[in-house]
């Protein structure tokens, strides 16, 4: 049988992430065992050091969460969990029967990760929200909060890619280390704890510096409250549908060739997909949106707080499918 996705109520634990990596610790371990099968133990070890000694540069409000999160582990892993922004996704918001409802997966080539997955209740100034995530993680990928907003990030192509991947990725770690702003998944982490309105988490978005370019989605709860925000470190671009997989769609973003193959397809079938009613369920989970690298499979409509989500992997189905009818 396949586990269920663990619904952890953090509200008043103190911090969400190390709240999380404390409460599933056989969760934390898959990720923390495929990290070092892919990188190797020394691998993750300079990894991880090279992400903490980044961290104490970043001007984001959220390096305390990743230092308890460290602590709470009590081994190399955290800075580099947190950090490693090697995420690739397909995510759509249209309006729907019930208000704006956001689409999205997220694809990665990390095994484990979805039998990973957690959802996490939050809360902020601006009140409670829903956190899919995984254990440890300080930042915010995907989220939902109840009559506000839902919101996810994918990630763009890598600067220099037409030189080929290595040249790209080289080229984006020189950008992070000379940066201090803060990651685009603390900045999420930012808009759902202090944003009351679909309004105030675009313009937030839009205008706040970020270490690395990447693409957010938001669906919000009133007719025509859908847009993706494509970002540089300092620009916003937004493209005239809100679709978005991992190349630059905006008539004013920066050039630069798609980040996998699959992009453009996946994309093209998420515009068709938002065009429908019927997405209240994970029946649309279909090749090409679907593939051997999904990992999480989400739906969210902020209007009445209605989240659904899945874990997978490359083999297929990783959790049953967590609905929640009432977020808060």
């Excluded at 601006?126 to 839902?150: H, I, K, Q």
């Excluded at 309105?197 to 270490?211: D, H, K, N, Q, Y």
């Excluded at 905006?250 to 193959?261: E, F, L």
């Excluded at 490359?314 to 808060?328: D, F, N, Q, S």
């Amino acid at each position: 049988m396949l586990p269920a996705i663990p619904l952890i109520d953090a509200r008043c634990e103190g911090e969400p992430a190390r709240a999380t990596a404390l409460a599933e610790p056989e969760r934390l371990a898959i990720l923390m065992n495929s990290a070092r099968r892919a990188y190797t133990p020394l691998g993750v070890r300079i990894a991880d050091a090279r992400s903490r000694a980044w961290q104490a540069r970043s001007c984001s409000p959220y390096r305390e969460a990743v230092r308890q999160v460290d602590q709470a582990i009590g081994r190399p892993g955290a800075f580099l969990l947190n950090y490693s922004y090697e995420w690739g996704c397909t995510t759509g918001a249209a309006d729907g029967p019930a208000g704006p409802t956001l689409l999205r997966t997220l694809d990665w080539p990390f095994d484990g990760l979805g039998r990973a997955v957690v959802a996490v209740r939050q809360r902020g100034p601006a009140g409670d929200y829903l956190n899919v995530a995984w254990p440890g993680l300080a930042g915010v990928l995907t989220g939902m909060a109840e009559g506000r907003f839902a919101a996810a990030i994918n990630q763009p192509p890598l600067k220099l890619q037409q030189l080929g991947k290595i040249a790209g990725w080289v080229s984006a770690r020189i950008s992070v280390n000379r940066s201090t702003a803060m990651p685009p998944s603390h900045l999420l982490r930012l808009v759902f704890e202090t944003c009351e309105s679909f309004g105030e988490a675009v313009s937030l978005i839009r205008r706040t510096p970020i270490c690395l370019p990447a693409i957010f989605t938001l669906a919000g709860t009133r007719l025509g409250e859908a847009v993706v925000i494509e970002r540089t470190e300092l620009e916003a671009f937004e493209p005239s549908l809100a679709a978005a997989a991992n190349h630059w769609a905006g008539a004013q973003a920066p050039k630069g060739r798609p980040r996998n193959p699959s992009s453009l397809d996946r994309r093209a079938a998420m515009i068709a997909l938002i065009a429908r009613e019927d997405n209240d369920s994970l029946d649309w989970l279909t090749p090409p949106v679907l593939q051997g690298d999904t990992r999480l499979a989400v739906v969210a409509t902020a209007r009445i707080g209605r989240l659904v989500a899945q874990g997978w992997e490359k083999t297929g189905p990783a959790t049953t499918i967590l609905e929640i009818e009432r977020a808060v």
